[in-house]
């Protein structure tokens, strides 16, 4: 028999805004070819709206990025749906991010998967997603500030691996924190300009193979490295 999995999701109370987050899946997340019923379940159920608190609520469900404060974003639903989807979660999993923000990232995994790690290097952000994601009732995210580059090898191998902020390259700590045949997602490009969406596999050898998803526009992956 499989091992039970619980992932404890919190009870949200109702808010007034289920229809434009309706309107946001069908409109752009379904519209647009995600078909993983679990990923759009939690595009259903998370409160978007609480994760873009300098705009006013309805603007948070329209499929574009939101200001989050410290020249940082909340990425747009598609693509926040599209890289969870690529990912090929199971309830089991446990995954790293890398580039909290928001948190909201965060949360759609943690509705998905038994356990999510994720990474922030602003420390401001950190706590404040922190803070959103305790008070939302979330139990099995943890946050943690620093830089995402080298990942968190404590913690690791990781089921999958997602960056939501651009690389120059892969970074060689990740790809070395990816269990054989994990999925990982990440923009690669030059900063400031179009990046390519990589999907990277980890075979049972150890070999990646790569696929370019999509084009996409992130915000820079910063630190030292
Ligand atoms: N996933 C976020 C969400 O759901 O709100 C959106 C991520 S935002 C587009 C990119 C985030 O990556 C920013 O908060 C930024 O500070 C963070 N970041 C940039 N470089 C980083 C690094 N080296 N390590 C960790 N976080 C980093």
């Given at each position: 028999t499989p091992a039970?999995?619980?992932?404890?999701?919190?009870?949200?109370?109702?808010?007034?805004?289920?229809?434009?987050?309706?309107?946001?899946?069908?409109?752009?997340?379904?519209?647009?070819?995600?078909?993983d019923e679990a990923v759009l379940a939690a595009m259903r159920r998370v409160p978007r709206h609480r994760f873009a608190p300098e705009v006013p609520p309805r603007r948070a469900y329209r499929d574009e990025p939101q200001p989050i404060g410290h020249g940082q974003t909340i990425s747009q639903p598609y693509i926040v749906a599209l890289m969870t989807e690529r990912l090929g979660l199971e309830p089991d999993d446990r995954v790293l991010e890398v580039g909290t923000g928001s948190g909201y990232q965060a949360a759609i995994l943690a509705e998905i998967v038994r356990e999510v790690v994720t990474l922030e290097i602003i420390p401001a952000l950190a706590t404040q997603a922190a803070e959103r994601l305790d008070d939302l009732g979330y139990t099995n995210i943890t946050v943690l500030q620093g830089d995402g580059y080298y990942g968190h090898p404590s913690r690791a191998p990781f089921d999958a691996i997602i960056v939501t902020a651009a690389a120059r390259h892969v970074p060689p700590p990740l790809v070395a924190q990816l269990r054989s045949g994990g999925h990982m997602v990440i923009p690669v490009g030059q900063m400031l300009w179009v990046q390519n969406l990589l999907l990277l596999e980890k075979d049972a050898a150890g070999e990646i193979s790569t696929r370019n998803l999509a084009s996409v526009r992130f915000v820079p992956l910063t630190g030292g490295h």
């Open positions: 039970e999995v619980s992932v404890r999701r919190p009870a949200f109370a109702p808010d007034p805004f289920g229809e434009p987050r309706e309107a946001m899946v069908q409109d752009h997340i379904v519209a647009r070819g995600v078909e």
